[in-house]
Each structure stands twice: as structure tokens, then as C-alpha cells.
């Protein structure tokens, strides 16, 4: 005989609505080294937002971090390119991310020329003009040792039509800022579901 189901009781209130919090997919894209997993890292402990760790996936070192700001909650899984194992077009791909963070470290020009490699893949796949672009030149503290300067970056990121701010992960600094911009980012985003 059919197992019939016993009818399902979803009935709550009218006056209490299920609250959804609104989840946007971060990619970081960049070479290796430049700062990724530590920027990441002070997504998490972000005070001044209020940002938290709420999961860890090992297989993508994914994060998931829930951000309040001025009152709006979003969830932003944020997920670095596992460059050594994937190609960034399958990996944009399989993941499709709301918004993409490039970085590059102002202390190594390859790693500027790999950001330029990767801001071009974006522009070619429309990805520039439909999702949210962040270029991100990290490491900003070790100004002695720079090889890529702030006009440079800048110039790069007007040439595409991105946004560009430099951060150090390692001092915490501009990182807070480089979350709002992202939220900006994704809450301008066509994509964006009406929630
Ligand atoms: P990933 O490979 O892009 O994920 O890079 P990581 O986050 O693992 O960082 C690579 C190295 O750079 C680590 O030793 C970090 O401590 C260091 N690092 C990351 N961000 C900064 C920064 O803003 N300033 C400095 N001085 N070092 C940093």
C-alpha cells in the first residue's frame, strides 16, 4: 500500500514571516600568495560590521560570513579560486559567483599581470558588466618593497570598469572597507534577487 503523507502542519502566524537573509557567493581570484586566504581570514573577524564565521567547507576552503550593516543582514559564501586544481573560467563556472575579488600583491608585478590576465577573462565573459568586479592590491604596508603603484592599479581597474581599493590583510587595513564595497557591489547587482 502508498504510504500516504500525514498532511504536513507548515502553518505559522501571518504577522511572522520567515526572515530570509539575502546570500551572495564572493569569488577571490589571484595568484598564489598574494593574500587571499588572509583577507578572508579578516572578513571573519571584521568587528565593525559585525561579520562571523558561521562554516567552514575543507574542500573549497569556503566561508560563509554574515555581515550586518546598517541594519540589513547578508550572507556572503566567500570562496577562494583553488587556482593549482582549476582554471578560472571553470571554476567561475561551477561556482558562478555574484562577485569576483581580484587580487594581487603590490609587491610583486606578476602577480599585478596575472590580475590583468584574469580582469581581461572577466570582460571577455561578460562577467565585468553582469556580476560585481573588485581589484584589490594587497600588502599595502610593505611600501618599501612596492613594485606596483596605487595610479597603476587604479588606471587598471578604470580601464575595465571596476572598482579598486588597496588593502593589507596583514595590518587589517582598508578590509572593512573592501567588505562594504562589496556588499555595495552586490546590492547594485542586476543578478540580485528580489527578496
Ligand atoms: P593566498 O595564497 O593568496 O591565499 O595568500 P595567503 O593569504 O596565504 O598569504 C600569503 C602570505 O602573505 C602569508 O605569509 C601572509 O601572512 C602574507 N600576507 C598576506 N597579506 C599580507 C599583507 O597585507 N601584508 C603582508 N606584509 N603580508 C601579507
Known sequence: GAAGAAGAGGEHPADQEPTRVPCFKVAMLGASGVGKTTLTYQFTTSEYICAYDTSL???FGQKTVSVLLDGQESDLEVVDHPAAEMSAEAF????????????????????????EDILLFLWKSDYMTTRGVVLVGNKADLE???????????????SCGCKFIE?????????????????????????????
Open 57 to 59: 567547507d575543507e574542500e
Open 92 to 115: 567561475c563556472a561551477t561556482y558562478n559567483p555574484d562577485v569576483f575579488v581580484v587580487v594581487y600583491s603590490v609587491v610583486e608585478r606578476r602577480t599585478f599581470q596575472a590580475a
Open 144 to 158: 618599501r618593497k612596492r613594485e606596483v603603484s596605487t595610479s597603476e592599479g587604479r588606471r587598471l581597474a578604470n
Open 167 to 195: 588593502t593589507s590583510s596583514g595590518l587589517d587595513h582598508n578590509v572593512d572597507e573592501l567588505l562594504v564595497g562589496l556588499l555595495a557591489q552586490v546590492q547594485l547587482n542586476p543578478r540580485r534577487e528580489a527578496l
